[in-house]
């Protein structure tokens, strides 16, 4: 790591009743690409450009051995770069956007006193580059000799040290000795301007992209070195409110959501298992009565449960979350702890939910607290926030029977919902599943997946089955609810 501060490179100077029993309806996932999504289609000519930029630019020259180290995929308006050596890292840039990326930084060792002994830390760092600069951070595990781990971000809009889900901290104040202290602030301050060059390159070469990929004729190959360099974009840590301190201070313990999403997957009427990806407003509505066991006045519990796993406003790592719709970003304290996946919903968000959706008055945050399905609710932040399963996808799916018709624009479903869980220490052969009520209870165990379907039909009247009526409203990824009921 170079002990001096290096300068920012220069973008401004980069352009760029009773119904009748009928057959089921047919059912998809797929939903048509939205009109104002712009397909690419690149020449031979562009690909070229791109193969120039990207392999002869110069733009990852701090970061690769040799370009042979260097790969990318393109998928429609995007890049992903991967570099192999000596550093793992994916890159994504994308038109008219932000290049995004974590940057893995050398561990380093750090020597330092505390009661008259010598001792020693070990900090493993990465950069997470946020579509706002303001919101990225270096996220740490500071590890002493003495078997104590620390997770820190450095916030360097504050030249302070944070809290990134160690366990341990209670409100109040933690302290690093003087010495300890000291060498972070060096490893941080040297490590911030480093990563700011390279992220100068990052975005100037998805201008570089950007030109490319639209055709502008004006574009002009130029390489890394041929930019002017200034040095007036400088973070001057010395000028910043917060000085410099070993003492950081904590006025709140946040509390840990308990709340996990796994619904990823879902087949009707026996039908091929299929993704909820891209699934449609219908299809997202039929979804709900997943989690809905209610059939008046819906508990907030429910309520958050359905709306969380079926269409959650944000998708968070760690405590930086960002918008699918517009990529904006959120940043909250309360309900994670480490780098885990969550999902959360400001209040305003999911009141607005339950009212195109069920016509419901908005719900109230008046304390921040766990609710009982674990979803925890922040006054401070107006937020609500649960975790996400994260990794390859499951075995476990969820089910129904289904059956509907249409009638002067509304349409009448018949729902009867269950839960499909992989067997744990079973002895069957082969890949068995346990089949489950949405209210919980085991119905079926160690069944083959072809067994299932006729299983559900056969006791049917263990589960839950829903008569509802919906038609289309106002929300684009929801229908509006006009009566449900258990039968």
């Not at 209210?439 to 839950?464: C, M, P, R, W, Y």
């Amino acid at each position: 790591m170079r002990k001096v501060m290096l300068i920012l490179l220069s973008l401004s100077l980069v352009s760029c009743s009773t119904k009748p029993q009928v057959s089921p309806s047919p059912i998809t996932s797929e939903t048509p690409m939205p009109s104002e999504v712009v397909e690419y289609k690149l020449t031979e000519k562009q690909i070229e450009q791109l193969n120039m930029v990207i392999y002869s630019g110069g733009f990852f020259d701090d970061v690769i051995v040799s370009t042979d180290d260097l790969n990318y995929t393109v998928d429609n308006d995007k890049i992903i770069v991967t570099i192999d050596k000596p550093k793992k890292m994916e890159i994504q840039f994308t038109v008219d956007g932000t290049a995004l990326y974590d940057y893995p930084l050398e561990d380093t060792q750090i020597t330092y006193t505390k009661e008259k002994k010598d001792k020693t830390a070990t900090l493993t760092s990465v950069y997470t580059r946020a579509i706002n600069i303001n919101n990225t951070r270096i996220r740490s595990t500071l590890t002493t000799s003495d078997n104590q781990e620390f997770k820190i971000v450095f916030n360097q809009l504050k030249n302070s040290f944070e809290n990134n889900g160690t366990p341990d901290i209670e409100p109040g104040t933690f302290t690093f000795v003087d010495s300890l202290s000291k060498e972070m602030y060096s490893y941080y301050i040297n490590a911030w301007n480093d990563i700011l060059l390279f992220d100068s390159y990052m975005q100037t070469l998805n201008v570089h992209i950007t030109n490319i990929f639209k055709n502008e004729e004006t574009y002009t190959f130029k390489n890394k070195d041929s930019l002017v360099v200034d040095n007036t974009n400088l973070y001057d840590f010395g000028k910043l409110e917060k000085k410099q301190s070993n003492e950081q201070t904590f006025t709140e313990k946040p509390i840990r959501t308990k709340f996990l999403s796994d619904f990823y997957s879902y087949s009707f009427n026996g039908e091929e298992t299929k993704t909820r990806k891209g699934t449609s407003a219908y299809l997202n509505t039929l979804f709900l009565f997943f989690f809905i066991k209610s059939s008046a006045d819906i508990p907030i519990e429910e309520l958050t449960a359905a709306t969380f796993s079926i269409k959650p406003e944000y998708h968070c790592m760690g405590k930086l979350c960002n918008k699918s719709t517009d990529n904006s970003e959120l940043r909250i304290s309360q309900g994670t702890y480490g780098e885990g996946y969550y999902t959360v919903s400001t209040i305003d968000y999911f009141n607005q939910q339950i009212k195109d959706i069920f016509d419901y008055p908005a719900y109230e945050i008046t304390k921040t607290k766990m609710l009982n399905n674990g979803i925890v609710q922040s006054v401070e932040e107006k937020t609500l926030v649960g975790e996400a399963y994260a990794g390859d996808g499951p075995l476990n799916y969820n089910g129904a029977i289904y059956e509907s018709f249409k009638e002067d624009g509304v349409d009448y479903v018949t729902l009867t919902p269950y839960i499909v869980r992989n067997t744990i220490n079973t002895n069957q052969p082969g890949t068995t599943f346990d089949v489950y009520t949405t209210a919980g209870d085991k119905i079926g165990s160690n069944l083959i997946q072809s067994e299932i379907h006729t299983f559900v039909v056969n006791h049917k009247d263990s589960f839950l089955t829903w008569d509802i009526a919906l038609t289309p409203g106002n929300n684009k990824d929801f229908y509006k609810v006009l009566s449900f009921s258990l039968k």
